[in-house]
């Protein structure tokens, strides 16, 4: 009786992972394609505006989430690879390790900033990476837009 109770337990616990790996997969199909954020332009002293311009390319990659995450514009440049863990309708994006430009003094397993869809626009929750522009930048905003989608 005991050795059917383990096989029973262990073939749910099977079937049970596949069904939740299965929803993962799915709902990863939803974020996957390319995200741009541009930081409202603000004058510097010389007189010329600053820009900074925020990329993130989401692709599936063996069933789980991968990103690439760009910040560019006044004295910055980074370039970071990102895992992108799912969450009902948000994802976090979770710095991997760097690629180009500053580090940023990150440690692999931060969360850079989540990505929810509350209603009809995305929202984005910011973590150990913030806007560059202004001095107090807000912990949401709707930020991020979908630029293009990707076909995989």
């Known amino acids: 009786m005991k050795k059917i109770?383990?096989?029973?337990?262990l073939i749910l616990g099977v079937i049970l992972n596949s069904c939740s790996y299965d929803n993962n997969s799915k709902s990863l199909n939803k974020w996957v394609?390319?995200?741009i954020y541009e930081e409202q332009p603000i004058k510097a002293n010389a007189g010329y505006y600053m820009?900074?311009?925020?990329?993130l390319s989401i692709i599936k990659k063996n069933e789980t989430g991968q990103g690439i995450l760009e910040v560019n514009g006044q004295q910055t440049y980074i370039k970071?690879?990102?895992?992108?863990?799912?969450y009902k309708n948000s994802i976090s994006i979770i710095y991997n390790s760097r690629?180009?430009?500053?580090?940023?003094?990150l440690k692999k397993g931060d969360t850079l900033l989540i990505l929810s869809v509350p209603s009809e626009?995305?929202?984005t929750n910011w973590k150990a990476l913030k806007p560059r522009l202004i001095e107090t930048s807000p912990?949401?905003?709707?930020c991020f837009a979908?630029?293009?989608k990707s076909s995989k």
């Open 5 to 9: 109770t383990v096989t029973f337990l």
């Open 33 to 35: 394609g390319n995200y």
């Open 51 to 55: 820009t900074m311009t925020w990329t």
């Open 80 to 86: 970071l690879l990102t895992d992108v863990s799912i």
């Open 99 to 105: 690629i180009e430009g500053s580090d940023e003094s």
């Open 121 to 123: 626009k995305l929202e």
């Open 139 to 142: 912990k949401d905003c709707f």
């Open 146 to 148: 979908l630029k293009t």
